[in-house]
């Protein structure tokens, strides 16, 4: 499987992006999207499973961040409101076809694209 991240980009504190992750055949997985920032772990921010019915946002971004998935374009996206300088950091998408309900930790996702870089200025 191939994952291609894009979306990121400059963007002031309070504004608004939409990061898309395009998947060479969506339909058998479960999606995430994860961030690191310079010096700190990767950290999951947000994910869906492969039905779309079961979704997860860490405490740092729920309420701001939606993920969805479109599986007639192959692409699952994360629309990102409210963006604070903390939001800044390299955004990857990784996908998982286990028979998980979700999964947490980076390497229990086996498939990932490159980053893309999101950065908020105060």
């Known amino acids: 499987v191939q994952l291609q991240a894009s979306g990121g980009g400059l963007v002031q504190a309070g504004g608004s992006l939409r990061l898309s992750c395009a998947i060479s055949d969506l339909s058998p997985y479960a999606v995430g999207w994860f961030r690191q920032a310079p010096g700190k772990e990767r950290e999951l921010v947000a994910a869906i499973s492969r039905s779309g019915s079961t979704t997860f946002y860490s405490d740092s971004v729920k309420g701001r961040f939606t993920i969805s998935r479109d599986g007639a374009k192959n692409t699952v996206y994360l629309q990102m409101n409210n963006l604070k300088p903390e939001d800044t950091a390299s955004y990857y998408c990784?996908?998982?076809?286990?028979?998980?309900?979700?999964?947490?930790?980076?390497?229990?996702?086996?498939?990932w694209g490159q980053g893309t870089l999101v950065t908020v200025s105060s």
């Open positions: 990784a996908a998982n076809m286990g028979a998980g309900a979700m999964w947490y930790q980076s390497d229990e996702w086996p498939y």
